[in-house]
């Protein structure tokens, strides 16, 4: 394997910009009371909802890069953009503000919503399409980009750019020295798939650390063979930026958990994340959360080893779902 990939130093993200957000590693876990509950096989809980930045989760992950070569370019304005119900947006937010950066979101659909009113609350400008298309965003920020010149530095919703995954490619790191240093190897890894740079970033770092776990990807808003393919891409693209090993995409299996919609979960979804609540506390929101961890309990083919459960944060709107009422 891979000690020096692992070896902070000596990791291919080394030479890159990175402006520090995350308070880590983030702890790993193993949930008992949860596996009693729902009569799980053995389930480590990776808790990137206490990551330490704000309440960002997955997102500080490739803002510590984006951010970083936002800062190397010598921007001033950071611009990117999302939903109303985009973490990655209040995260950006925060993550620009505390590098002395302004920060520019432009948003789709319907501006309320407690993300882009804690975006707001951190300083950011917000810059409505007028329209309910998501491609709208990235063609409006890549337009504004080009207005701005130098000054600015644009990112596409969701930050999964190759730069971007880099952050989950650390992150994979990081789980691999936490397995090693509990002599644990999981059966499968699962975790949400909005934009993909998180599970991309993840299986890049997976490649270059030499770890060769399955990995389940449960997609909450894109058609299966929309973001498989942008998965592919991202994760090949993340490797070839770090010169790393090429990531194999048959690690990979996905499933389409879009369910009643983006952003809402199944009343099965919503009595599983009840579930993890009751059970260890944990807070699962009704886009990503629910819809992933669900996909854990339901799990067909359950493998020998601990199935490992990236909890990626979505705290905010995780309130929201509670305030909803009971499942
Ligand atoms: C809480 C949470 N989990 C998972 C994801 C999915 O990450 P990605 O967009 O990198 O696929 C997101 C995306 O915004 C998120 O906010």
Redesign the pocket.
């Known amino acids: 394997m891979t000690g020096a990939v692992r070896d902070v130093a000596a990791a291919p993200w080394a030479g890159l910009a990175r402006f520090p957000l995350a308070v880590g590693p983030t702890p790993l876990v193993r949930a008992p009371r949860l596996e009693a509950a729902l009569g799980l096989g053995p389930t480590l809980v990776k808790r990137d909802d206490l990551i330490g930045f704000g309440v960002a989760?997955?997102?500080t992950r490739p803002l510590e890069f984006l951010i970083g070569a936002a800062l190397a370019q010598g921007a001033r304005v950071f611009v990117t953009g999302g939903g109303p119900g985009?973490?990655?947006c209040a995260a950006a937010a925060m993550a620009a503000r505390a590098a002395g950066l302004a920060c520019e979101l432009h948003v789709w659909g319907d501006p309320r919503s407690a993300n882009l009113a804690l975006a707001t609350a951190a300083g950011a400008t917000l810059v409505p399409t007028g329209g309910t298309v998501r491609e709208q965003v990235d063609e409006q920020i890549a337009a504004r980009v080009t207005q701005l010149g130098d000054g600015a530095y644009g990112v596409p919703r969701?930050g999964?750019t190759p730069l971007g995954a880099v952050g989950f490619a650390a992150g994979a790191a990081e789980l691999a020295a936490q397995l090693d240093a509990l002599q644990v190897r999981p059966g499968l890894i699962a975790l949400?798939?909005?934009?993909?740079?998180?599970?991309a970033g993840l299986l890049a770092g997976l490649a270059a650390v030499g770890l060769d776990v399955p990995v389940l990807g449960v997609s909450v808003s894109r058609p299966l063979e929309e973001i498989r393919a942008k998965v592919d891409d991202l994760a090949a693209g993340c490797a070839a930026l770090l010169g790393t090993a090429a990531p194999d995409p048959a690690q990979l299996t996905m499933v389409d958990a879009r369910g009643p919609g983006f952003g809402s979960a199944t009343d099965r979804e919503r009595r599983h994340a009840r579930e993890a609540l009751w059970a260890e506390g944990l807070l699962l929101?009704e886009t990503?959360?629910a819809e992933a961890f669900s996909a854990v309990v339901d799990l067909v083919d359950r493998p020998a080893g601990p199935v490992l459960w990236w909890h990626?944060?979505?705290l905010l709107p995780a309130f929201g779902s509670i305030l909803k009422g009971p499942a």
Request: charged content about 10%; aromatic content about 10%.
């Open positions: 989760g997955n997102k985009s973490n990655f969701g999964s949400p798939v909005g934009s993909g740079g998180s599970v929101d990503y959360g990626t944060g979505g």
